[in-house]
């Protein structure tokens, strides 16, 4: 089992997870972060963390965003390991209340 970071981390790339994650399991893109499934331990720290309810146990990953799960996995073995909390990119309250930001993703 894994946590999955979804669509709301979008452009919002808020790192308050990172901090609590003991694994270092998060990987940075240029506008969101992912979640490294093999090196997720189901802790479930940082789900609570997320001020932007963006991260799931695989389990109860929506719907409509099952294909994060891949996403993750597949981001995680190119985008750099980010172990530290840093400051949230400067637009990022503009994008917190936006749905649908799928196709913003920078990979």
Excluded at 29 to 42: A, Q, T
Excluded at 60 to 74: I, K, V, W, Y
Aim: proline share 9%; aromatic share 6%.
């Amino acid at each position: 089992m894994t946590f999955v970071v979804g669509e709301a981390c979008i452009k919002c790339k808020l790192t308050d997870c990172v901090e609590v994650c003991p694994v270092d399991c998060f990987y940075e893109g240029p506008n969101m972060l992912v979640i490294h499934p093999d090196e997720c331990i189901d802790c479930a720290l940082c789900e609570p963390e997320c001020p932007v309810e963006a991260i799931f146990s695989e389990d109860e990953l929506p719907d409509d965003q099952q294909d994060f799960l891949e996403l993750n996995q597949r981001l995680a073995e190119s985008w750099p390991n980010i172990t530290e909390q840093q400051d949230p990119p400067p637009d990022s309250d503009d994008w917190r209340e936006i749905k649908e930001k799928r196709h913003l993703l920078e990979e």
